[in-house]
């Protein structure tokens, strides 16, 4: 099994950024596309971001576009999320997650998730 730590979630006010993490295995690193989604309490699980296994194709929900930065680092076995000009919509639940193939938007699409870290924005 693919096991992902996430890490880097906090506290912040509106405007501040964060740098979250996400370890995982070489073999997951060399070989999987990985990416972000978000769940708000009470809501479901939505798309962030993905990249695919070497980096050179990503893609963003439209919500974080331009204030978001997904990358990856394999020889680390990290990938993390950027995020800027935090908003207090943007508090959820993180969670990283993996799959061997392409890049996907639903959840249903990955196999491999992480136990998520919380990210919260005060106004």
């Known amino acids: 099994q693919v096991q992902l730590a996430e890490s880097g979630g906090g506290l912040v006010q509106a405007g501040d950024s964060l740098r979250l993490s996400c370890a995982g295995s070489?073999?997951?690193?060399?070989?999987?596309?990985m990416g972000w989604f978000r769940q708000a309490p009470g809501k479901e699980r939505d798309f962030v971001t993905a990249?695919?296994?070497?980096?050179?194709?990503?893609a963003y929900a439209d919500s974080v576009k331009g204030r978001f930065t997904i990358s990856r680092d394999n020889a680390k076995n990290t990938l993390y999320l950027q995020m800027n000009s935090l908003k207090p919509e943007d508090t959820a639940v993180y969670y990283c997650?993996?799959?061997?193939?392409?890049?996907?938007?639903?959840?249903?699409?990955?196999?491999?998730w992480g136990q998520g870290t919380q990210v919260t924005v005060s106004s």
């Open positions: 997650v993996a799959r061997p193939g392409g890049i996907g938007t639903l959840a249903d699409d990955y196999y491999y």
């Open positions: 990249i695919n296994w070497s980096g050179r194709r990503t």
């Open positions: 070489k073999r997951t690193f060399d070989t999987h596309t």
